[in-house]
């Protein structure tokens, strides 16, 4: 399966969990949620393709829009470590680095990257990545990072070439 494949997949099963399923219960199986099921899986290709292929704007406002109703709470997005390893975690990670936050700890951005904790301290420690005044290192500075090996190597979502 693409990455194009797997991301449509993980938006389509996270709105039929989150939305399309307690619709359903609601409307006691009505046919418009069917028909409502067939939409968001031809707007699921359409977003994951801006969300892959299109300007940093339209990429970062359709994560935006998808991260708001996807995950709606009261605080700011802090998504578990296993959420960057998905689809939507990798490529929200290269497209906008940590959407809820400046400054990430090096656990995250260890998940982010596709590494480990360890692994970012030693980048720190040999200037590769910078310490964030706050603590943890900058959202963007992983970003860029990804950024760059994706450039290098456009089969890869991880940055494993400094361990």
């Not at 797997?6 to 989150?18: C, G, N, P, S």
């Not at 997005?77 to 090096?106: C, K, M, N, Q």
């Not at 992983?142 to 190597?153: E, G, K, P």
């Amino acid at each position: 399966m693409g990455r194009d494949d797997a991301l449509v997949e993980q938006i389509v099963r996270l709105l039929d969990i989150r939305l399309l399923d307690p619709l359903e219960v609601l409307l006691e199986g009505d046919d418009a949620v069917a028909a409502l099921r067939s939409l968001v899986r031809r707007r699921a290709r359409g977003w994951a393709s801006t969300i892959q292929h299109g300007d940093d704007r339209a990429a970062v406002l359709a994560i935006a829009r998808l991260i708001a109703t996807l995950y709606p709470g009261d605080g700011p997005f802090d998504p578990p470590l296993p959420w960057w390893e998905t689809p939507l975690g990798r490529t929200v990670a290269w497209r906008a680095g940590h959407p809820g936050s400046e400054s990430i700890s090096y656990a995250t951005a260890g998940a982010m990257l596709g590494t480990t904790r360890q692994a970012v301290h030693d980048l720190v420690r040999r200037g590769r990545l910078p310490r964030h005044p706050d603590g943890g290192v900058p959202s963007a500075a992983v970003r860029d990072r990804l950024r760059a090996a994706r450039r290098s190597n456009p089969e890869t979502s991880g940055d494993n070439d400094d361990q």
